[in-house]
């Protein structure tokens, strides 16, 4: 019957340490686009990559 007397207030606390950090995140933004980085991903806004330009051992190019 003690253990409970300790467990009630921890899980209180943790509850309430979650509902800080949920409000905290909301307050800063996080949730404000959920949809930008999951269509920022299919955007190809790049260029090609130039071509790879190997040397040998005598320091003449090759490919």
Excluded: C, H, N
């Excluded at 949809?35 to 490919?63: C, F, H, M, N």
Aim: net charge negative; proline share 5%.
């Amino acid at each position: 019957m003690t253990v409970i007397l300790l467990l009630i207030p921890a899980a209180l606390l943790l509850a309430l340490f979650g509902l800080g950090a949920f409000f905290w995140t909301v307050r800063s933004g996080q949730y404000e686009d959920m949809d930008g980085a999951a269509e920022r991903i299919l955007l190809d806004d790049d260029g090609p990559l130039p071509d790879r330009v190997e040397t040998d051992q005598d320091g003449k190019r090759s490919r």
